[in-house]
């Protein structure tokens, strides 16, 4: 059986370098249809996960943990009912990659010139380092110190707009449980930017005690967050949330919080998928075709073989691994290809041309490629088990033969 | 039928397995690039007829600098009658005029930060979907009455309904403290929670009241009858601007900077497909006729032999191309023509497109927008590129040696 193989696999071989023209022309359609497949689904992939993270990092986390109201009704009257200093001494010994607690509330600001609304975060700052969105090393002046700071830090467009900068005094108003106005000025002690423009818009962060004082909530928070080891896998994250917590509250993933990341991914996926199937049909039919060609000239020579004793299943099997050889050939190029124009590219392209576009699809303007093993199996396999397929009819075909008629055939 | 068309014809049909799964390639191709071409055309008209009219508009009149500052102090001066100036002028009535402000809007329960753009109740109708979105009570009235239009999700947030009172507390024009006590006249769902937060609308007599403005504005909003025709609306406006104060027109374009960019981008990583695709086209069009070629090597001998020049062979071969081109072009764009008509009528909608669509304000289908364009632009790349698969093969007729091609079997 192994000779008969190794017999099968050097006929194919040589079959397929006969008529060199054909299966230089094939290999080369075979070459681009991989490389493009892997390419793109590179560029798309590397789309897909800066939106993800940016996404998951505005959030912020994996995981989620709210009072049942907050997520339709972000108001202060609808906190977390266990206590901070509760939270912190449950999670803290909780083993978990990172997680913080933080008074989030709309608020108006204000300038001597003008207002905004935006949202107030009061935050634990050290704590919470590394899982948002801000980097605070790029922040202009200083990010804040303490729980109890009494500074703020706004985002770089919120600044324009209350034409205001580093060291000016703005005032924020909110309201209390009660709904009183609950309002006090601070001094802006920096400026941050983030790669989605939005964000510098939306967001005022300040020290999480001085927020507390100033919305009279003692030592209760608007919401918890945890990172877990992997966004993509986030069920041992919420598991543990889920054990952590009790009373009236709701825990989520990030994809319920977001539909439209959550959708992502699948979307995603699914448009790789059909761009893979897409590109192999337009080869198949050059590969189909190839194969009938190679088949229709060996007409009488397969008939000669079959006369031998050769059995059909032998000639089947002698076209399909030909078909497969001249893919996988193809495909192995293709993909080093594909991993080669990607190399000067690593570091990101930069679409800033298109940058305000791309901020409305939630993206920054650059672009890093992500080449991953899983697209690039994907894509192969796809290839190889749908080229598998094509072959069979004319495989089967020349299985079929009868040796008589194969043999007299000019 | 001349007589080369006719070789060239019957030439095809020599092998017709091999010249149907060649015209199947670019029929494939063809019927793809019809659909996702009218597909896109279709997304991208949604996209922007629903970012504009929601509120953004065509062409905007605006302080210089308001469009990226929005200040409160970049004003319009005077803006009915420059609003009512150009609503003559041009003979359309879909001109508002809008003033924004921010303010805390307070309930007995509860207070949010939102925007209140005051609006021309008469006219706002024409320039924004938002008033056609009122489900509870009805849209504002009278020019300076005390009535507010809110957001079904900030409703629920502040916990009232049509007939409520709401405080409005905010800085005036000069800094000064703005207040307003406002009923709730209508209540308006998107669907989008975040947008219903975000503003609510009052007459824009009352915003020039609370917020000191004197007669002034930020926006001019004016909405022209096509989208082609914003251009030349944009100059007409232009001269109607009063000398004694700086203003600019900005067109959707730049009101939207990321809305054709985002057009742009989508539309780069559509052309490399395409590109892709065609290509592939190509390379199975190369091989089917270098194929033939070498088959016929002995025939074209004996026609050389018989005096007939390497041109005119190698000029069948373009002509067997042309036939098979030409039928895939047809077919292509019949079939595509076919397919996609059936997703005009249906729309068309992938597993998970809803959500991602209900982010940018767009419907959970897309209907292609089939047009002669969409129709022939894919088909007619996809056999200019055929066209030119076939020039190497062809060429080779100008090396072939009739005693040798004679010999060759």
Do not use: C
């Amino acid at each position: 059986m192994n000779l008969q193989l190794a017999i099968l696999f050097r006929l194919a071989w040589r079959n397929l370098w006969r008529n060199h023209r054909r299966t230089a022309i094939m290999l080369g359609a075979i070459v681009i249809g991989t490389w493009a497949m892997i390419f793109m689904t590179a560029l798309t992939r590397g789309m897909v996960t800066d939106v993800l993270e940016d996404g998951i990092n505005a959030l912020p986390g994996h995981v989620q943990v709210h009072h049942p109201e907050f997520r339709d009704d972000p108001s202060v009257a609808n906190l977390l009912p266990i206590t901070d200093s509760e939270l912190t001494t449950r999670f803290s010994a909780a083993g978990l990659a990172g997680w913080a607690a933080r008074v989030r509330v709309p608020a108006i600001v204000t300038s001597e010139y003008d207002s905004r609304g935006v949202t107030l975060l009061g935050i634990d700052a050290e704590h919470e380092r590394g899982l948002t969105f801000v980097d605070y090393e790029e922040v202009d002046g200083r990010f804040l110190e303490s729980v109890d700071d009494t500074g703020i830090v706004i985002g770089r467009k919120l600044a324009r707009t209350l034409n205001t900068e580093v060291g000016k005094r703005v005032v924020l108003m909110s309201q209390d449980p009660d709904n009183d106005i609950a309002d006090r000025g601070f001094r802006v002690v920096g400026v941050f930017s983030a790669s989605v423009s939005a964000f510098e818009d939306q967001f005022i962060f300040a020290g999480k005690k001085t927020v507390q004082d100033m919305l009279r909530i003692g030592d209760q928070v608007s919401e918890l967050f945890v990172v877990g080891d992997d966004y993509r896998n986030v069920e041992d994250a919420f598991e543990k949330t889920v054990s952590l917590v009790d009373g009236n509250v709701i825990v989520q993933r990030w994809y319920d919080l977001d539909a439209y990341l959550g959708s992502m991914l699948k979307v995603m996926d699914g448009f790789m998928f059909i761009w893979i199937v897409v590109i192999f049909l337009a080869l198949s039919f050059g590969l189909v075709n190839t194969l009938v060609m190679a088949v229709f000239e060996r007409v009488r020579e397969i008939g000669l073989m079959l006369a031998l004793g050769m059995r059909p299943s032998n000639i089947l099997g002698q076209i399909i691994v030909e078909s497969l050889m001249l893919l996988a050939i193809g495909l192995g190029v293709g993909t080093f290809l594909a991993w080669a124009a990607i190399q000067p590219i690593k570091d990101g392209i930069d679409l800033s041309i298109v940058g305000d576009g791309l901020d409305m699809w939630g993206m920054s303007s650059v672009l890093v490629p992500q080449l991953t093993l899983n697209d690039v199996v994907l894509a192969n396999v796809t290839v190889l088990v749908l080229g598998f397929f094509a072959s069979l009819s004319p495989a089967w075909r020349a299985s079929r033969y009868e040796p008589i008629e194969a043999i007299t055939k000019v | 039928m001349n007589l080369v068309l006719r070789l060239a014809w019957r030439n095809l049909w020599r092998q017709p397995r091999r010249t149907w799964l060649t015209t199947g390639a670019m029929v494939f191709s063809n019927i793809l690039l019809v659909f996702m071409i009218s597909l896109q055309f279709g997304m991208y008209g949604v996209m922007i007829d629903n970012t504009l009219q929601t509120f953004t508009g065509h062409l905007q009149v605006q302080a210089p600098g308001y469009k990226d500052d929005q200040k409160m102090r970049q004003v319009v001066e005077d803006i009915r009658p420059l609003a009512a100036t150009i609503r003559a002028e041009l003979n359309n009535d879909r001109v508002a005029a809008r003033g924004t402000a921010f303010a805390l809007a307070s309930s007995d329960d509860r207070s949010y930060g939102i925007a209140i753009i005051g609006v021309e109740p008469e006219f706002e109708p024409l320039v924004s979907t938002v008033p056609g979105l009122v489900r509870d009570g009805r849209y504002l009235g009278a020019y300076a009455a005390e009535e507010i239009v809110i957001g079904a999700a900030l409703a629920r947030n502040l916990r009232i309904g049509v007939g409520d009172e709401l405080t409005l507390l905010g800085s005036a024009r000069d800094g000064s403290f703005a207040a307003a006590i406002v009923i709730v006249v209508g209540i308006f769902d998107s669907g989008v929670n975040d947008f219903d937060r975000s503003f609510a609308e009052i007459p824009l007599g009352l915003f020039e009241d609370t917020f000191f403005m004197q007669g002034a504005g930020h926006q001019v909003v004016v909405n022209t009858t096509d989208i082609d025709q914003v251009a030349a609306s944009k100059t007409q406006v232009e001269q109607l601007l009063p000398h004694d104060q700086a203003l600019v027109v900005h067109d959707w374009d730049a009101l939207q900077p990321g809305l054709k960019q985002a057009i742009k981008a989508d539309m780069s990583s559509a052309f490399f497909m395409y590109g892709i695709l065609v290509i592939l086209v190509a390379f199975s069009v190369l091989n089917t006729q270098l194929m033939s070629v070498l088959e016929r090597t002995h025939e074209f001998g004996i026609a050389m032999a018989l005096g007939l020049t390497p041109w005119r062979l190698g000029r069948l071969v373009l002509l067997e191309t042309a036939i098979m081109g030409a039928l895939g072009l047809v077919l292509g764009a019949l079939l595509g023509a076919l397919v996609t008509s059936w997703f005009t009528v249906n729309g068309f909608s992938v597993p998970g497109m809803e959500e991602m669509a209900a982010k940018f304000n767009l419907p959970g289908r897309v209907f292609p927008r089939v047009s002669m364009l969409t129709l022939i632009v894919g088909p007619a790349i996809v056999y200019l590129f055929t066209m030119l698969a076939a020039v190497y093969p062809a060429q080779r007729m100008h090396r072939l040696q009739p005693v040798e091609a004679l010999r060759s079997l």
